[in-house]
C-alpha cells in the first residue's frame, strides 16, 4: 500500500541516488513515504528542504539521517 511519494530523486550510479522531500515547514515531515523509499533503495542521501530551515542540520529517522535544509544549502550539497 502506498504511503506518499518522494518529491524529486537524484541517481547517482550504481544503485545509489539522492532523495530529495520539499515541505513548507521542516516540522510538517511526515516521514512515511522517505522511510520507505529509504527501505527499497538505501543507498543515497536523504534531504528534506524547507524555506524556513536557515541552518543545515541532520536528524536520524529510523536508519537514516536526513539532512534539513534550504534551497541554497541544498544546491550546494548537490554541486558537491
Known amino acids: ?6 518529491d524529486f530523486v ?3 550510479g550504481r544503485g545509489a541516488c539522492d532523495a530529495i522531500e520539499c515541505k513548507w515547514r521542516a516540522a510538517a515531515l511526515d516521514p512515511k513515504a522517505l522511510m520507505t523509499f529509504r ?19 541532520v536528524r536520524t529517522i529510523g536508519a537514516f539521517d536526513v539532512q534539513f535544509s534550504n534551497l541554497t544549502h541544498l544546491r550546494r550539497r548537490l554541486e558537491a
Do not use: A, I, Q
Not at 39 to 57: A, I, M, N
Open 10 to 12: 537524484v541517481s547517482r
Open 39 to 57: 527501505s527499497l533503495y538505501p543507498k543515497g542521501k536523504t534531504f528534506v528542504v524547507t524555506p524556513d530551515t536557515r541552518e543545515s542540520y
Open 1 to 6: 500500500m502506498p504511503v506518499g511519494e518522494v
